[in-house]
Every structure is written in C-alpha cells, then in structure tokens.
C-alpha cells in the first residue's frame, strides 16, 4: 500500500520487487536511542550514536582535487567535531541549524573527540516520539528514510502476519525459536534489543538451516545408488609408492588412508581434500585412481581449464606411466578422430585412466567402468555438472554412483569448513613436502615499481621467466581489458622493448588465452602479462618472479594464489607486491603476506579482516547469499546441521505434507 510505479522503481533499485522481497530487505542497523550519550560523555573508541544541532558546515579544498566537510554539531552537553571526504555536496545537505543523528566511532584530533566519516540522518521527530530502536535501511537516490520506513512500517505490520511459516511448528517451539510473523515484525521494529536478538536468532537460522539441507541433500544425491567398492592391495601401493621419486609426507599419507578407507565401502566417497598450493595433492589423487585402475575400475579427473587438464596429464602420466596403467588425455580441442578412438576406448575399458575437461562429461562419452571421479578446483563446478559425472558411473552395466574425490587450492579455515561443505567430508593436506623453500615477499610503493622492473629484468638474464598481474578484476569489462592492452604496450615497447612479452586478459578468447599461456609453459616467453584471470593451477618451474600491480585491491587469498605460481622449481623465487595505496586493511594484509607463506594462517587472517560475507564474494559462487546469518555462528551452524540431519532421518524426499513449505524454500534459496 502506498507503493506506486516510481517507488516501486526505486524499490527495486534496492533489490525488492516483491512484498516478499520488501519483507527480507533488512535494516542495514539500528538506531538505539536508549544507548544514547550527551556529547561530553563520549570516550574515546566507542561506537555511539548523538543527536545535536549543526553549528557550522565547512568545505575545505585539499591537494589533488580533494575536499574535506567538516561540521560542527552541539547537543547543549558539548560539541563535537564530524568530517567527511570527496562528498563536496554535503555543505547544502548539512545546513547550520539543522538537527542531525550521527552515528560512528568516537576518534581524537588534537585531543578532542572528531568522528571520521560517521553515518548520518536527518533527525526524525516522529519515530523518536513513538520508539526507542529505529531501523535504518539502505538507502537509495529519491527515497528517503522517512518515507522508507513508513513503507517498511506498513508492510510488516500488515504482511508479517500473513507469512507461512515453512518451519514445522513443533521443531520450532521445540528450539524455542520465534514464530516467522513475530521474528519478521520485530526485524524490522523492535520493541527492545531482547527481541531484536530473537529475531535475529531465527531469521539465521533459517538460513543456515536451508543451507545445511541444501548441501546435506547433495550428499544424499550423491550418495543415493551404492558405489563399486575399491579394495587396494597393501603390495600393489607399495610397488607405486616405490616407483615414487620422493617419500609421502605423515599427512599425505595420513589423507590417503582416509580416501582409501572410504573407497573400500559401497557408499560412495564423497570427499574434500584440501591443501594449500604445492602441498602435494596430485599424488594423493593419483594413488586413488592408482587403486581404483588396479582393482579393474576406471578413474578420471577432471579440471576447469585445458591448461590445467594438460598439465594434470603430464604429472599424473610421469606418476602413473611405470605401472603400464593406460592413460589418456580428453579436452574440447582434441582432434576430432583421436577423439572417437578415445571414446571407443573408453567403453571398452582399455584406457583405465581419463584426465581432461568437461569433455568428459559429454553426452556421447561413455564409460565401462567408472568408479572414480577425480575434480580438481571444485568451485567452479556447479550442481548439474556433478550431476552429469555422477551420472556416468557404472559397474559392469549396473548403474552406480563414483567415489568423488574432490581437491580445491583454496585454504579455508577450519572455523568456516562445516558451514561451507556439509555435503563433503574434509581431508586436510596440512604439511608441506620438505625442502620447500620460502617465496621471499616484498611490499614496494608504486614510486618504487623501477626496482622491481631490474629486478626483473635480472631474474631473466639469468634465464627465468616472470608473471605481471594487473588489478583488473571485473574480467568482463571492455575498459579493463582496453587497460590492460594499453599498459601491455607501455611494458612492451618502453620497459622492456627487448624481452619476449604475452599479454593474458578476460576479453581474449579461450583459444587465444590458451595459446598464449602455452607460449609461456614453452619458454618462448619471458614475461607474462595477465590480469586476475590468470589460472590458479598453472604450473611453469622455471618462473621465479611474481609482481602484482595494485597489490592493495587484491584479497589476502587471492594474492596468495598468485604468489603460489612461482617457487615451483629449483631456484629461489620471489613476489613482489606494488601498492598504489596503504589505506585501511590494505597494509594489514600487504605485511601478512610478506610474513608468512602459509595459505591456512593467511586464510584466518583474510576471515578476520573481511568477516565472512567478503570472504567468500566472488569466489564461493556456488553458495546462495546469507542475508543475516554469519557463517561463523558455530552454535547455530551446528544446531541447523543437527536438524537438518534428523529432518532427513524422518523424510528423506521432504514429502510429508507438514514440509511442503520447506521444500518449496529450499529450491527458492538454492
Ligand atoms: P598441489 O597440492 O598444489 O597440487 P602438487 O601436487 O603439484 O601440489 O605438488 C607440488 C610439488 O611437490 C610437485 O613438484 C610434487 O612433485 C612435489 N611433491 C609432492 N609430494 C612430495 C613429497 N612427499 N616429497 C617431495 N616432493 C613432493
Ligand atoms: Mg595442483
């Protein structure tokens, strides 16, 4: 009600076009005007919240173009000083007299207390007369709060109470949670921070309870149809590990035995195995599909990328090759008459081992015997592709699901591991090979990047090859892209006119990024130019150099993962971060880098500074978005996981009627 077309617009610039919609568009926070504190009780540090009037507004020009606002605001207790950057127009939003609500934490300036950027608003008389805690929702050009929250009242008062609740009731009062209306209600107007707690409380674990369902259901799926037990004889690992060139590790082995054992059951593996970059993970797969081959079962492996799968066949064949095991290697731009003769491979069980793409899981590609299912980088694998490898499992004709073996480079901290794999056990690869030497990290400022080039330069002479990664992340943007060759040409026909450059961006065709990339594998390149697509697997020993421009824009993981393409080799190799700018945490995770090699302390460390949302933006793609649970609420992960367990105990397919509600969500949140 009251929702016209051109609100409506608006609305929806906010992400609600729907009643629903309006329903779960949470305050952004809440001003609590019983935490309130006059002016000239501020301390130092503190989060507040003050209501005063403006004294004075100021616009003060700064080098580069840049303005500073600094207003005066006064409560009667006392005054306090609140400044904002670049937001020139705030001198006419912020007029002397007016009355404002500033919320932020209290800082000092020449010891007096300033707040820095606060948040703000206009002061409302009206919800101050009628409530204590008043929402703030985020805003958008032409709806102001006022009118925003009028809406936002109307709505939930009327269609809070008209929302089915898809919990069932007695699970619900069983776990004290409150009823949807009430929790709805209370998000958005709370009577006190009590019941703003509680709603809080059972709006997450909503979310966390779908989400546990969701990835438990996938482990159903995949381990609905009984799998093909694979036994691995004692001797016959023996034989492989004695061909090896190196002794495992305790934890390789130790993950290996984990793998096996669940391997020899007829339910199918369903397995995470993870492990920072060089840790050693292809030889553990290999082992696995060593034992799946030898038991007379075919194994494949799967990755992202022709690259990637390129590369996994020359380390898996060097591994496997002196067991006379057949290996062969299948990606979209394998020849179209190899292809068919691998195919027919294939379904006559001749080839034991497969490595490629998603040519693998191509309608036509048939398997004898497929038992093992190897993926490499699983995030980039969706639900339906899952579904298709699941599907090319057989036995002897029999339909049966693959052991799934799945590996991911990306560290995630244990804290976060349950929330984010319910659907898989974990192995955890948490030792390095020995001998492994350390990628010396530097942090250099933009005025010193000229080092950094000799530097270069040096390590080339030497006959070493280096990466150059630009800080051009949205990989679909034209401007980007039209960037990244600019700069290319600058590096290229100024810097370094006589060394063999190739350039890598989002906007090239696979062929070209492949053909590229292959130029560099092959030594004909000295220098690598790439934006953030550079793949996180690519293998070239003999690249000692990384630099990364922009060094600051980069998330702590994902600079890791750059840094992990170099100290592959034999010689000693080196990262060198170039930050155009040290503001905020950007220092914080520059020095964290230079500190230490290891991907799992600088995954806490990332978690910490970003909180979890961040942290998993762009990367954890497959996970449908929280909108108020945090994925580091262990308490409550561990109580949705319990009921989403007991849930599936009772009612597998979710088909009695009192869950209808809930299966429809459970598609809607997935
Ligand atoms: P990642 O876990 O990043 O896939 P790889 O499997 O590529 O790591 O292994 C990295 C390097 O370490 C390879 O060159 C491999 O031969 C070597 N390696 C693996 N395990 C051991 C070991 N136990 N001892 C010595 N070197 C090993
Ligand atoms: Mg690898």
């Not at 703030?136 to 008209?162: K, N």
């Not at 060593?290 to 494949?300: H, K, L, N, P, Y």
Request: proline residues 5%.
């Amino acid at each position: 009600k009251g929702v016209g077309p051109k609100i409506a617009q608006k609305l929806e610039k906010l992400g609600a076009e729907t009643v629903y919609d309006l329903l779960y568009l949470f305050p952004r926070r809440y001003d609590d005007y019983t935490l309130m504190k006059p002016i000239n009780r501020l301390n130092y540090g503190e989060q507040v919240t003050v209501i005063g009037t403006i004294w004075q507004t100021r616009a003060k020009r700064l080098k580069g173009n840049k303005t500073l606002i600094q207003a005066v605001i006064n409560d009667g207790t006392g005054s306090i000083q609140a400044t904002w950057f670049n937001q020139p127009w705030l001198t006419k939003q912020l007029p002397a007299g007016m009355q404002i609500v500033l919320s932020g934490k209290v800082d000092q300036f020449l010891g007096r207390p300033v707040f820095n950027s606060p948040e703000w608003e206009p002061l409302e008389l009206e919800p101050l007369r009628t409530r204590r805690i008043v929402p703030v929702y985020p805003l958008t050009e032409g709806l102001g709060s006022g009118r925003l929250r009028e809406i936002m009242g109307t709505t939930a008062s009327y269609w809070s109470l008209r929302v089915p609740d898809a919990l069932p009731e007695p699970m619900r009062r069983r776990l004290k949670l409150y009823p949807l209306s009430q929790a709805l209600k209370q998000i958005h107007f709370p009577d006190n921070q009590q019941t703003l707690h509680e709603a809080r409380k059972r709006l997450s674990f909503d979310e966390l309870f779908l989400l546990q369902l969701g990835m438990q259901s996938q482990r159903r799926q995949w381990q609905s149809r009984s799998a093909a037990p694979i036994v691995a004889e004692r001797d016959q690992l023996n034989q492989f590990y004695d061909l090896l060139p190196y002794t495992l590790t305790g934890a390789q082995d130790r993950v290996i035995q984990e793998i096996l054992n669940d391997m020899s059951a007829d339910v199918p593996l369903n397995r995470l195995l993870q492990g920072d970059v060089g840790a050693g993970k292809t030889v553990v797969a290999a082992v696995a599909m060593f034992a799946a081959a030898r038991s007379g079962a075919q194994a494949a492996l799967m990755a992202p990328t022709e690259i990637l799968a390129e590369q996994h066949y020359r380390g898996l064949s060097a591994l496997l090759a002196p067991t006379g095991l057949e290996l062969a290697l299948l990606t979209g731009s394998t020849p179209a008459a190899e292809k068919s003769a691998i195919y027919e491979r294939l379904a006559a069980g001749t080839i034991q081992i497969i490595i490629g793409t998603h040519a693998l899981i191509q309608e036509s590609v048939e398997y004898s015997n497929l038992a093992l299912a190897v993926i490499d980088e699983q995030h980039r694998f969706g639900v339906e592709q899952r579904g298709a490898l699941r599907d090319k499992g057989n036995r002897d004709g029999d339909q049966t699901n693959p052991h799934l073996l799945v590996m991911s480079a990306t560290p995630i901290p244990r804290t976060l591991a349950l929330s984010l794999y319910g659907d898989l056990d974990l192995s955890i690869l948490d030792e390095m090979p020995p001998g492994r030497q350390e990628i010396k990290t530097r942090w250099l400022r933009a005025s010193e990047r000229e080092r950094a080039y000799n530097f270069i330069r040096r390590q080339v002479e030497e006959g070493r090859q280096a990466y150059l990664i630009f800080p051009l992340v949205e990989e679909s943007d034209k401007i980007d892209a039209k960037a990244a060759v600019a700069e290319y040409d600058i590096l290229k026909n100024e810097v370094f006119p006589d060394l063999k450059m190739g350039l890598v961006h989002g906007r090239l065709k696979s062929e070209q990024k492949e053909a590229v990339m292959r130029g560099f594998y092959a030594g004909e390149l000295d220098i690598l130019v790439a934006t953030s697509v550079i793949e996180v697997g690519v293998d070239v020993p003999n690249s000692t150099v990384m630099i990364i421009e922009g060094a600051n824009r980069f998330g702590l993981a994902q600079l890791h993962q750059f840094r992990g393409r170099v100290g592959r080799g034999e010689h000693q190799s080196y990262c060198v971060l170039i930050a155009d700018d040290s503001t905020g945490d950007a220092e914080k995770r520059l020095t964290a880098l230079e500190e230490t090699n290891d991907g799992f302390l600088l995954a806490e460390k990332d978690l910490e500074l970003r909180g979890p949302g961040e942290f998993f933006g762009r990367r954890q793609s497959g996970l449908p978005e929280l909108r108020m649970a945090s994925l580091l609420d262990l308490p409550l992960l561990k109580l949705s996981q319990k009921e989403a367990t007991n849930l599936f105990a009772k009612d597998p397919a979710l088909s009695l009627p009192e869950h209808e509600l809930l299966r429809e969500q459970l598609s809607l949140f997935w």
